[in-house]
């Protein structure tokens, strides 16, 4: 059972999609609020669940990466049956999903917020799964929120599943092969108080992208999920003028 408020969404709109895809542990509602900006803005809209997500943490050690980029391809294919093109955007686990997917299909354009490029050095990675036997859970790092009344209702996984962090990995391995052949519009975002992914993330990503047109925005007031954050109007604004200077339309159609 999905957990609520958690579910995914979907607002019907105009003939441009945006498909928006929450991070690692998370859940669609990461994504809501942008989701009923670009809503209101008349883009048609979904907002999807990854494999795994939103129900229970159990659930997670069922998954492999490619499955979670399933759930991408599923929900660009909805999309798709109803607008004409497709902007796939996506938070911290989201982007690296939307990067890897959007080498493989032919998307109008990327978005990437909070996203990592690698994981932090740690020196039990290399005995991963191993330690994944042992140690089926590991605490989450402390939270960087800077909007305590989004934190409050905040919904994700208490802990990160072992096993799930072994397929992380190897989707960051996938990501950083498949950023050279980007080759669509892409516009990375990043706070430069995130704790959780360090802005050098961002950078790194950045300069591996192979699309020619490429853009870097940091924003100031914001922890990792910016789009829940104080500066998320103008990581908003950000994406519908991409949207725009992309299509080139001045307004959605």
């Known amino acids: ?6 579910e995914p969404f979907f607002f019907p709109g105009n003939k441009t999609g945006c498909l928006l895809v929450h991070g690692f542990t998370g859940t669609p509602k990461e994504m809501r609020w942008m989701g009923e900006y670009l809503g209101n803005l008349g ?3 979904l907002g999807v669940r990854l494999a795994g997500h939103a129900t229970k943490p159990e659930d997670m050690l069922r998954m492999q990466w490619q499955d979670w980029i399933a759930s991408v391809e599923d929900g660009y294919h909805l999309l798709k049956d109803c607008v004409d ?3 796939v955007i996506g938070l911290s686990m989201g982007g690296i999903l939307s990067l890897v997917f959007s080498s493989q299909q032919p998307v109008s354009g990327v978005v990437s917020m909070s996203t990592p490029y690698a994981l932090p050095d740690d020196p039990r990675l290399p005995y991963i799964r191993i330690l994944s036997l ?3 859970k590991t605490k989450k790092g402390p939270a960087d929120w800077h909007n305590p009344e989004a934190a409050k209702d905040h919904i994700d996984y208490p802990y990160n599943p072992t096993k799930a962090i072994i397929q992380l990995r190897d989707l960051l391995i996938a990501m950083r092969a498949a950023l050279p052949k980007v080759c669509v519009p892409a516009l990375v ?10 802005s050098h993330n961002a950078e790194q990503i950045l300069a591996a992208l192979g699309s020619q047109e490429k853009q870097l925005i940091w924003v100031e007031d914001s922890g990792h999920v910016i789009p829940r954050e104080p500066d998320r109007f103008v990581v908003f604004k950000a994406v519908d003028d991409f949207i725009k200077r992309t299509t080139g339309n001045d307004q959605p159609q």
Request: charged share 10%; proline share 12%.
């Open 43 to 45: 883009y048609t809209v």
């Open 189 to 198: 975002i990043h706070s430069r108080q995130d704790t959780g992914v360090p």
């Open 134 to 136: 042992l140690i089926p």
């Open 85 to 87: 093109q497709v902007f």
């Open 1 to 6: 059972m999905i957990i609520p408020t958690a």
